[in-house]
Every structure is written in structure tokens, then in C-alpha cells.
């Protein structure tokens, strides 16, 4: 097994990570890849206005996550320096990493500043007995010209070590510096993974400071991508774009059916401890089914969230409470993201084209087309159905009735 380490400050995690973590990672062909956010780095000082542990290790876990949905290898965000005493020397973690993977073939990660200086590192010796050296450059200046001495020099220092130096042409060169700098203006937006980018928002982290009860919607989208894993982003945007364009048909407020797209999943990734959590601190009160039905909770714990959070109205608070069983009478903008969820770009079964269509003739046939879909479906994977998937069916069904009477 192939095991990659990336060890860094992430102060924060951004696209030059994310860039060179995937090509370094397709290059090696890694099984696996692990992203280890510094506690005290050895080189340098954290910068004056560093999140705390916590957030820096959130944020390179919303990078992992993306990064293993880019390069479908599995990525394990590590803490193990974080909660370490004393600096974080890398000798130490690769030693404990060579422990718990006796077996395992380890390549080190690092950029070219880093590789460049590290015969002056603490303890190269005992790096090199474990690990293989990755070094990737950022910029055409740091490609053979500076690897190839370098490499004949640790070469001899620590005969027997692996060294793989590759340049990655197409990456631009991110200071972390100008990064966090730029935070305030929005103008370091383009250099962070969205999901990174909404997550420094929502914690108001680097000097940020915004009111989240008062978003526009270019604010509130990558903060509601913080909230999701990496693979539900593209169904949340797809909800989100479909939401505007049937509330514009169909006479709902194109904002507000924006805003309930990009939130409605907002819960959607917590664990059922993490769901009662959530109905215990706003008086959530469930019944017999939702206690068992995960998937049920997140429609209300989200309405919730998304109040207390983001302030959202009634209407908008609504729309996210009924987006995953319905009910009978919703209001146009429950319609809208119940069916935007469902015919969203991304969406793909059987039958989905037929409901698309409908959906964009008839918004009534539609929903009940998709209200008779998830009963089906229900049945055939033999999960109760909610009495309000029942009842918005029944509901619908009768006033067909009555159309034809
Ligand atoms: O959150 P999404 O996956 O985007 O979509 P959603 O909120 O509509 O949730 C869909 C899931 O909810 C799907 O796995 C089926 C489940 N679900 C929907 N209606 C019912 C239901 N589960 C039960 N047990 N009963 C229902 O009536
Ligand atoms: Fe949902
Ligand atoms: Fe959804």
C-alpha cells in the first residue's frame, strides 16, 4: 500500500494545495493520502491571525473530502500533530505513521521551498528511513534547474532514499500571506476550494466579519457548500439554479426559492446523535418514524438551522421544513424546491425525464407524479412511508378528482 503525507500549516488550505495533493497523488499512485495540519510548525511562526486548531482542521478536512472526490482515492485528514505536544516535527509523525503501517510504502509530500532546504529540516535522517521524498514544483523556475542538484546532493547525504520531483506547469504560485490578506476584500476568493472559502466566512475566521443573517446570495452560496460533503455540493447548485428557474415559471419568489435551494440539505450530512442534537437544542419535537428515519430529520433540522443561523422567513423556512416528504395544500414555493430536489441536472433514475417534463408543463401533476414515485420506491425498498407523503399524495389525487368532475 501506497500512502502519501502532506503535512503543512494550513493557514488556510487552498487551490495550490489542492492542485499539487492531486497531482502528486495521481503521479504515485497512492492508495491513500493523508493531510496532516501542522500544530507548531517547526520552520516558521503561525501567523498572528491562525484559527484555532479546530478551524484548520475543518477546513483541510473539507479540502480532503474534495480532493477525494476529484481523485476517488480515499483521504484521511489527521489531527495527530495537532493534539501533539511541543512542535511538530515531521520525524516524529512519520515514525508514528511507520509504527501503525509497518508494512505501508510512505511518500512525503512537499513543495519545492521545502525541499529545497531539507537536509536543514530536524531529523532528515530519520524521515528518509520512512519515507520517500515527493517534491513538486510550483512555478517554471522550480523545475529541473533547482531539482536535479538537489537531488544528486541528498542523494549522497542519505544514500538509499527515494526522491520523485515533479512540475506541475499549470499551477499558479498561492502565498498564504497575500491569501489571508486579500480574505476581507473577497479577493482570495478564486484561490480557495468554495467549500473553504463559505467555511472562513461562516466562522467569521481571518478578519471577516459578516452579518449571516443578512447574505447575499454570492456569500451564502459557498457557505452553504461548507455545510455538505464534497459529492452533495453539485446536487445542492443544481437544486438551487432549477428552484429559480421554476419559481420564475411558476410565479414563487426567485430569491427566497434561490436561497431554500442552496440550504435545504444543509444538516443532510449529520449522524443521528448529531440530528437529536440538533431537535433537542430548537424544541424539535418527532414522531415514531422520524425517530427511526434519518433521512427524514434533515428537512426539519435544516428549516431550523437555517432560521437560527441565516434568519430565513417563513416562506423560505417552510420550503426546507416540506422539501422531503411534502404535505398537503404547500404553498408554489414548496412546490418548487420539493421538485427542484427531485429534477435537479444531477438527478438521474428511472423515470426522471418524464417527471422533468411534467413538472415543466403541470407543477401539480408533476409533484404528484413525484409524490406517487417516492411511495413506489418506498415500497419496493420496504421503508414505512410518512403520513405526510401519504396525505400530500391523497391530497393532490383528490383535487385531480375534482378537476375531472
Ligand atoms: O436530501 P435529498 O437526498 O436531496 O432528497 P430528500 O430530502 O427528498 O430525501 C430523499 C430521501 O428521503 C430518500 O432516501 C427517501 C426518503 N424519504 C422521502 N419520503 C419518505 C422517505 N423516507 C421514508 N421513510 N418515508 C417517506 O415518506
Ligand atoms: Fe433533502
Ligand atoms: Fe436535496
Given at each position: 500500500m501506497k500512502i502519501g503525507i502532506y503535512g503543512g500549516s494550513?493557514?488556510?488550505?487552498h487551490l495550490g494545495h489542492l492542485a499539487a495533493a492531486e497531482s502528486a497523488a495521481r503521479y504515485l499512485e497512492l492508495d491513500r493520502l493523508m493531510l496532516i495540519p501542522a500544530g507548531i510548525p517547526p520552520h516558521k511562526q503561525l501567523s498572528a491571525d491562525a484559527p484555532a486548531p479546530v478551524h484548520r482542521l475543518a477546513m483541510t478536512r473539507l479540502m480532503g473530502a474534495q480532493i477525494e472526490l476529484d481523485t476517488l482515492i480515499p483521504v484521511e485528514v489527521s489531527d495527530m500533530e495537532l493534539t501533539r505536544e511541543g512542535k511538530s516535527y515531521t520525524s516524529d509523525t512519520l515514525r508514528l505513521l511507520h509504527e501503525r503501517y509497518p508494512d505501508a510504502e510512505l511518500w512525503l509530500l512537499m513543495g519545492t521551498d521545502m525541499f529545497l532546504t531539507f537536509h536543514l529540516w530536524h531529523a532528515p535522517e530519520e524521515i528518509v528511513r520512512h519515507a520517500g521524498l515527493c517534491a513538486f514544483g510550483r512555478t517554471e523556475r522550480d523545475g529541473e534547474e533547482v531539482f536535479a542538484p538537489q537531488r544528486a546532493f541528498l542523494g549522497e547525504k542519505f544514500p538509499g532514499c527515494r526522491i520523485v520531483t515533479m512540475t506541475l506547469p499549470n499551477l499558479v504560485e498561492i502565498s498564504s500571506t497575500e491569501l489571508r490578506a486579500g480574505m476581507v476584500s473577497g479577493e482570495s476568493e478564486k484561490m480557495l476550494a468554495p467549500q473553504v472559502y463559505g467555511y472562513i466566512l461562516r466562522e467569521h475566521l481571518y478578519g471577516t466579519n459578516l452579518d449571516l443573517k443578512h447574505l447575499t446570495i454570492p456569500q451564502l452560496r459557498p457557505i452553504a457548500l461548507s455545510y455538505l460533503k464534497a459529492k452533495r455540493c453539485a446536487h445542492v447548485l443544481g437544486t438551487a439554479a432549477t428552484a429559480v428557474k421554476l419559481a420564475e415559471k411558476y410565479g414563487a419568489d426567485a430569491h427566497r426559492a434561490e436561497v431554500a435551494g442552496l440550504l435545504h440539505?444543509?444538516?443532510?450530512?449529520?449522524?443521528m446523535a448529531e440530528q437529536l442534537a440538533l431537535c433537542e437544542r430548537y424544541g424539535i419535537v418527532l414522531d415514531e418514524l422520524e425517530k427511526k428515519a434519518?433521512?427524514?430529520l434533515h428537512a426539519k433540522t435544516g428549516a431550523a438551522l437555517a432560521r437560527d443561523?441565516?434568519?430565513?422567513?417563513d416562506e423560505i423556512y417552510n420550503a426546507i421544513l416540506w422539501h422531503t416528504t411534502g404535505k398537503p395544500n404547500m404553498t408554489v414555493l414548496e412546490k418548487v424546491i420539493y421538485l427542484a430536489d427531485f429534477i435537479e441536472p444531477t438527478r438521474d433514475f428511472p423515470g426522471v425525464d418524464t417527471l422533468r417534463r411534467t413538472v415543466w408543463e403541470d407543477l401539480d401533476r408533476g409533484l404528484l407524479m413525484g409524490l406517487e414515485m417516492t411511495v413506489e420506491e418506498m415500497q419496493e425498498m420496504g421503508s414505512p412511508i410518512h403520513v405526510n407523503t401519504l396525505t400530500a399524495r391523497d391530497y393532490l389525487r383528490g383535487k385531480e378528482n375534482e378537476g375531472k368532475a
Open positions: 494550513f493557514n488556510p488550505p440539505d444543509c444538516t443532510k450530512k449529520l449522524s434519518l433521512k427524514l443561523v441565516f434568519g430565513v422567513d
